[in-house]
């Protein structure tokens, strides 16, 4: 499955933005979809994810109760609600498909990502 991101962009903090990723290829309700997300000089870390029909989240702790994660099997697509964003939220933004997860290892495939960038 191919997919693509995109909505990143630069914004201030309290700032909304709503990220997408379209895919292609394989049927898409097979995969569980995560957003993760990796700071300049930090490791990748898992922001959410979404289970492949019923819609069981998962959610960092650091972004429980701002972010929304959805899908729609139909039109093939994952989207990220971000509201009250914060400076520490800047970071390059990838989905990825696989099972429903936390963890990176658990997703085969992964998009280019999309920058967010928060400013004070």
């Known amino acids: 499955v191919q997919l693509q991101a995109s909505g990143g962009g630069l914004v201030q903090a309290g700032d909304s933005l709503r990220l997408s990723c379209a895919a292609s290829g394989r049927t898409f309700s097979d995969y569980g979809m995560g957003w993760f997300r990796r700071a300049p000089g930090k490791e990748r870390e898992f922001v959410a994810s979404?289970?492949?029909?019923?819609?069981?989240?998962y959610y960092a702790d650091s972004v429980k109760g701002r972010f929304t994660i959805s899908r729609d099997n139909a039109e093939k697509t994952v989207s990220l609600q971000m509201n009250s964003l914060k400076p520490e939220d800047t970071a390059v933004y990838y989905c990825?498909?696989?099972?429903?997860?936390?963890?990176?290892?658990?997703?085969?495939?992964w998009g280019q990502g999309t920058q967010v960038t928060v400013s004070s």
């Open positions: 979404i289970s492949r029909t019923v819609g069981s989240t």
């Open positions: 990825a498909a696989g099972a429903f997860s936390r963890s990176s290892r658990q997703y085969n495939y």
